[in-house]
């Protein structure tokens, strides 16, 4: 499993790591597929490393309502390989993060998932039901998304992500974890 993704001020980077621990803890690693984050700058190694990943989990933060800036030009880079479909039957996932409940999220996991599909990867959504509503407590999946994992940041500058979106990238990336070792037979 390979973590692709931008951060700004380092929220996308808190989710990332917290999708890398649920992964591992589903003993990802010791079932001889490796769980790593790619380098800033994607590289020939780093696109080697792309390649030869069983999943590949995509996140960008949600910038003015789609992809950042960065996470675009990886994905306008991918373009010279994608006619050799070199992703294709890779399992894929995508997370983002923004600071509005909505911002618009749902759009920038539209796009990964596209750009998953585009690149002929198997997509896997967030399987957790979960959300706030009046008077509840807070519990996993608590901005509701299906498509991915959507988050909001914390007003907590320390912490950046509350402890429920913690879990919820943790489940996730377990998630993510076991639909590869199903689909990749490891």
Not at 28 to 42: A, R
Not at 83 to 98: L, S, V, Y
Request: glycine share 12%; aromatic share 8%.
């Amino acid at each position: 499993m390979v973590v692709a993704y931008t951060t700004g001020a380092g929220h996308t980077a808190k989710l990332a790591e917290a999708i890398i621990f649920g992964a591992t803890l589903d003993g990802i690693q010791s079932s001889g597929i490796d769980v790593k984050t790619l380098p800033e700058n994607t590289d020939d190694k780093a696109w080697f490393t792309l390649h030869e990943a069983h999943c590949i989990v995509l996140g960008s933060p949600t910038y003015m309502g789609g992809v950042s800036a960065p996470f675009k030009a990886f994905m306008d880079a991918s373009s010279d390989f994608w006619m050799e479909q070199r992703w294709a039957d890779k399992i894929a996932g995508g997370f983002t993060i923004g600071s509005r409940r909505s911002g618009d999220k749902l759009v920038t996991l539209q796009h990964l998932a596209v750009f998953g599909a585009q690149q002929g990867m198997v997509w896997v959504g967030q399987g957790i039901v979960g959300g706030r509503g009046a008077g509840q407590k807070q519990s996993l999946n608590p901005d509701g998304s299906w498509l991915g994992l959507m988050a909001t940041s914390s007003t907590d500058k320390n912490d950046m992500i509350d402890t429920a979106t913690r879990q919820t990238a943790q489940e996730f990336g377990k998630r993510l974890a076991q639909a590869t070792l199903r689909w990749n037979a490891v």
